[in-house]
């Protein structure tokens, strides 16, 4: 038996979006989150031959500062343990940055070309060969396209009262998304159902709800989800991908049980 979720977004880009799902357990979403962390593969440089290195830095961590650099990965076009090989040949003066590796395949390439490899002095240059290994997060973390994956609890606000005259309106801190139910109370325009970032009011409560009494409840099964990540993968991708990996696993636990 199928079941069917709701999903919505809070906010949309290209590395970091917010959505909203209904209708899942705490541990259901604990195990999307998990899945984008540790299950979703990414291209990350695992092998490097130095040609020439003279600069002040060791091979070492040369490699480790080449490891460290998101790659683009299109999975689809993929298969875990798949080597795309990646060069850098640069001479002093002047700073590497990931911009001047090359690649072998254009659609592995570093997914921001001004991260700092290392800078050069006059007469020194630096000259390596890379393998880019395709791997999930769970053999290195390296391999973590999600560098912020996490959830919590839709919350909703009810006004329970006002507050005395002579009563401080002090600041009642809120942090996440909240689904609008008191909207003729709230500040500005408003309207139920709606879901609001609480950092639109600086995550004040007392400014949403100006000489209000308050009180937040968490809604039943409903989760906000915010991910980023390092540009190896968009944001969509990320989830979507990570969603699939729930789905194949639970197939092969279904046939596997009925064998």
Do not use: C, W
Request: no cysteine.
């Amino acid at each position: 038996m199928t079941q069917d979720y709701e999903v919505e977004f809070v906010d949309r880009g290209e590395r970091e979006s917010r959505f909203l799902v209904r209708g899942i357990t705490p541990a259901f979403a604990n195990g999307i989150r998990r899945a984008m962390v540790a299950d979703v593969p990414t291209f990350s440089i695992d092998t490097v031959r130095v040609i020439e290195n003279t600069s002040v830095m060791f091979n070492e961590q040369i490699g480790l500062r080449l490891g460290l650099i998101p790659l683009t990965t299109d999975i689809d076009d993929f298969e875990l343990g798949d080597e795309v090989t990646l060069s850098l040949s640069v001479d002093g003066p002047g700073t590497a940055y990931s911009g001047d590796l090359v690649s072998s395949d254009p659609l592995v390439e570093p997914a921001d070309d001004n991260i700092p490899i290392i800078e050069l002095k006059d007469d020194q240059r630096l000259e390596v060969e890379a393998d880019a290994v395709l791997d999930t997060g769970k053999e290195h973390a390296k391999h973590q396209g999600g560098v912020a994956v996490g959830y919590r609890h839709l919350q909703q606000v009810e006004v329970v009262g006002d507050k005395s005259e002579f009563e401080d309106d002090e600041p009642n801190i809120l942090r996440g998304v909240i689904e609008e139910q008191a909207a003729e109370h709230a500040a500005g325009d408003a309207t139920n159902g709606e879901l609001v970032a609480t950092e639109t009011f600086d995550n004040d409560l007392s400014k949403r709800y100006p000489g209000k009494e308050v009180e937040v409840t968490d809604v039943e099964n409903a989760f906000v989800f915010h991910v980023e990540t390092d540009g190896s993968l968009t944001a969509d991708d990320l989830v979507v991908s990570g969603v699939e990996t729930i789905r194949n696993r639970a197939t092969e636990l279904k046939d596997a049980v009925q064998l």
